[in-house]
């Protein structure tokens, strides 16, 4: 299930770091990069309680957040230096309560495709030092090739 | 496919209020829960640069806490007075980019259960005045019955 | 949410039933498409005991069949003379079991995008002449333009 | 992701098997009940022309079906042995064409909860003996305790 791939731009590591600083809402959660490997990426959200719904636990759209963008960090790794990426769709099962310290997600690219990519997250929340499972999804990436991720498109549809 | 529902809690929309207040996520963002009614529930959250993915739009992990956040709220306001409402797992596909000034996610109820309800939400993005839709989602939501939206369950499990 | 469509191929009528008659699981499970408009389809299967399961009520695969088929040839309508159609994903609730004579499957584009096409479906049972709620689906086609809907493409890929 | 479950009934295996017999449906596509452990199950469908799409491949209908009954099977082996079992929703993503000639489905529990419970499946297609990922799927459960998986409950409701 976790195939070996092979990246289209040597510069995917670096690629993805500045995608990712480029998203402010990540800044505003606190979220970290924290690895990036082919078809895989894994992302930190520590604990605030500006991200809590109604119990004082983490706030399902974080965690959803955190699945969605490791999903498409992990699908980005794979595609070509001048493409550019949008999720498609995702469908996340929440499977624990966000009790702890940090969220962590990691995604895995199940099937890189010519224009969709196929990947499955898992995000785990950390308590007292111990990983739970919190939640798991799958989602549809779509690459957008010859559109600098940079570029800002006013009225731009997604596929 | 927008059937009548009863309540049966009288006071579900000051319920709803009050839990949609306790959640900090959701002053963080700005959110706004502007229509509760028996299965139907209208959230809005304007447009802030610490909002945005890469391009300066709203962030995907915006559109599905809106789409979530309402699905739920649709699904509380038909549940016991003394129940708590959790997310079981929803599905969203992104649409349009969302380019615009305001978010508004409205969620149906399709199905209230005796243990589970189904919503539809749908997230328009408003542009220039133009609402445009952004995300639809059909969400799975679980009643705990007895169980205080206020308390604060530590190692709580989620069904 | 159901807009008016434009259909690009005058034949789209005909395009679909060729095509669902070309599929012998349609004869098997004896599905009949029922209607088909811009954006819109409808297809009816009957009660029979080969399509149950352990409780002799429609099997949930004949459900997501239907649902998908819809869907599908939903979308399908929308599309170029020359195009042909394939299912990216889907996502199903079950609302009520398969308990009655005929399951009917509605399907509404909700976006059509010049790749990726968007509709729900809405699954009903009839008991008595009664229809009820079965299941509601979502789901995401891919247009393959220039690739015969007859056309058997061995070692074909999806996307 | 594959933790180790302890079944609450000893006869789990035959259990999985009496219900899967019980499924008309199953007989109707000629699948076969390969493999049943705790938390996990293995499901063959044999190619035939009465199963296939406008293509002559698998139809998605069939994917679907296998899917989402080795995640039923998977779940329902660590059901308490007076327990029923309904699927509450899935989602799938089609990722080869079926193309080859036979279907293996293969579902694990990700986990089982007190009431819900969550699996992932994998459906891949041989062909010439070589295995391919043709789809995969994540699915919700729902036990539903002291309903016997015999009974046929006339107006039953799935939850």
């Known amino acids: 299930m976790k195939p070996e791939f092979k990246v289209k731009s040597i510069n995917f590591k670096r690629k993805v770091e500045e995608s990712f600083n480029r998203q402010k809402f990540m800044k505003l959660i606190n979220a970290k990069l924290?690895?990036?490997k082919p078809g895989?990426?894994?992302?930190?959200?520590p604990y605030d309680l500006n991200l809590t719904q109604q119990h004082g636990f983490f706030h399902a759209g974080i965690i959803s957040t955190v699945a969605d963008n490791a999903a498409g960090y992990a699908g980005f790794s794979l595609m070509e230096e001048n493409s550019s990426i949008l999720t498609v769709e995702f469908k996340l099962n929440l499977i624990s309560v966000g009790?702890?310290?940090?969220?962590?997600?990691k995604s895995n690219?199940?099937?890189?495709?010519?224009?969709?990519?196929?990947?499955?997250?898992?995000?785990?929340?950390?308590?007292?030092?111990?990983?739970?499972?919190?939640a798991a999804s799958q989602s549809t990436l779509i690459e957008l090739k010859n559109k600098s991720d940079k570029a800002k498109k006013r009225g731009q549809v997604y596929h």
Chains 1, 2, 3, 4 share one sequence.
């Open 34 to 36: 924290v690895d990036v």
């Open 40 to 45: 895989y990426c894994e992302i930190h959200v």
């Open 99 to 105: 009790d702890g310290e940090m969220l962590i997600g």
């Open 109 to 134: 690219v199940l099937k890189n495709g010519r224009t969709l990519t196929i990947c499955r997250s898992e995000v785990f929340i950390v308590k007292n030092g111990i990983e739970k499972l919190c």
